[in-house]
């Protein structure tokens, strides 16, 4: 007989519902610091870099031809298509295409991928309407807070449970961005959040499978209509977030409240945001540059007899696949991850191609990766020892990953990665005109410009 395991609901909780519409809505402009400005710039450039980029790949080719039987008015761009349709489209597709390859932004502190959802809700409602580079900016600041706030309310155990939290605490960040954007004021704002709170998208089941990606795609439309519609006047509760039989209760059993509204409008959660060197799960990234440092060391895939490596259970859990068929199950292998960082020194989105998943070599070699469960090693670590054919065996710790927090990727890292998505798929001059673009993102009169150069 099952066990009931139902937490007593909190009828107590604080208004957050409330107290994040206000400050969405009354927030001073740029009230923050340059530093915070900068990484919002950054967001934004590696953002776009990932929506370009897979910008052919079968999974956008599939959802515009889905959304193309709406027969959408060209309100805004697909980045990377040369096709326009509706905002609410516009902000489905490159929400899918932002996180195709899984090379997306991360906040390590909940895996959240926050710019899908509110970046491609911004960018489409802000190119319809005409709106500045500024106003976006604010909105993606104070969206992207928002998202992870709320993300920290309830994670791990959100999580554990099954749900992608980028899809269920997207849609209110990009709810909040856009109501921004719209100028709503804090009460429509609470109805924005309220109307977005009633479609939390995403179950982790999905990982591997082209509904991964679209689960923050669906959360950018979601948030955009949401903020639509509460300007239109449509009503919500006013207790959407916290109320026992609301979002946060109903979602989790840990409703952390002080994680919404501590220091809120002094730190931002934007601040925490890191950016991807691999094209893959953020867990694997240890492994892999363990892996690429092992190779740096002259280990070559022929001498290899064993690979050891220990990791945290989380990432067998979450990466555990051991016989990927095609390169979206790939990016849920450490083992694949392991072999790609050995062979090739990386793990870009070539990396995951199907062919080279599939490549006999590659197989071979992840079939030597032989992974146990150490949870004193750390999520974000990894042990990684080569077992070589002449009895060597060469060891590499990785306590923090590249593209970590304490070992971000650089201004000008960013923009090589950038340009490796971007250049197949726009050329490079135009290319290297919507990087520059993205830096001036603060500065821009009209986000249309912007937009086009989004288009080959």
Request: contains cysteine.
């Amino acid at each position: 007989m099952a066990r009931n395991t139902q937490v007593p609901a909190d009828h107590n909780a604080p208004a957050i519902t409330r107290i994040l519409g206000e400050f969405v809505a009354q927030h001073p402009s740029r009230g923050w610091s340059d530093a915070v400005d900068h990484e919002a710039h950054r967001t934004f450039l590696n953002w776009l870099g990932c929506a370009v980029g897979a910008a052919k790949h079968e999974a956008a080719d599939a959802a515009v031809a889905a959304v193309s039987e709406l027969q959408p008015a060209p309100q805004a761009t697909i980045a990377g298509r040369s096709e326009r349709v509706d905002m609410a489209s516009a902000a489905l597709v490159n929400g899918i295409t932002s996180h195709t390859f899984d090379f997306d932004d991360t906040h390590l502190k909940t895996i959240i991928h926050p710019a899908g959802p509110v970046a491609s809700a911004l960018l489409a409602l802000a190119e319809h309407k005409g709106m500045g580079g500024r106003e976006v900016t604010d909105a993606l600041v104070l969206g992207i807070d928002v998202a992870c706030r709320l993300g920290n309310l309830v994670y791990p155990e959100h999580y554990d449970r099954g749900w992608h939290i980028t899809g269920t605490t997207g849609m209110l960040g990009a709810a909040a961005g856009c109501a921004r954007l719209l100028k709503l004021d804090a009460q429509q704002t609470q109805m924005a959040l309220g109307i977005a709170a009633s479609q939390p998208i995403g179950l982790r089941e999905q990982f591997g499978t082209m509904t991964k990606p679209f689960h923050p795609g669906a959360a950018a439309r979601a948030g955009l209509m949401s903020a639509l519609l509460a300007a239109k006047g449509f009503t919500a509760s006013p207790r959407a977030l916290e109320a026992p039989r609301g979002w946060a209760q109903v979602v989790s059993t840990k409703c952390a409240w002080n994680e919404a509204t501590d220091e809120l409008g002094q730190r931002f959660e934007i601040s925490f945001n890191s950016y991807k060197p691999f094209a893959c799960g953020i867990v694997i990234h240890p492994s892999i540059d363990a892996c690429t440092q092992l190779r740096a060391q002259g280990v070559k895939p022929e001498q290899v007899e064993r690979i050891e490596l220990k990791v945290h259970s989380l990432v067998l859990e979450l990466t555990g696949k051991k016989e990927p068929a095609d390169g979206l199950q790939g990016k849920f292998s450490v083992y694949h991850g392991c072999a790609a960082g050995l062979v090739f020194g990386r793990a870009t989105e070539h990396e995951y191609a199907d062919e080279i998943v599939n490549r006999p070599d590659m197989v071979a070699l992840r079939r030597k990766v032989v992974a146990t469960v150490d949870d004193r090693i750390d999520e974000a670590s990894a042990d990684v020892t080569a077992v070589l054919a002449d009895g060597r065996r060469v060891h590499v710790f990785v306590e923090h990953a590249i593209g970590s927090l304490q070992r971000p990727m650089s201004d000008a890292d960013l923009e090589a990665k950038f340009s490796g998505l971007s250049e197949p798929v726009l050329g490079a001059a135009r290319t290297r005109q919507l990087i520059e673009a993205c830096w001036g993102l603060g500065r821009a009169a009209d986000l249309r410009a912007l937009a086009a150069l989004c288009r080959p």
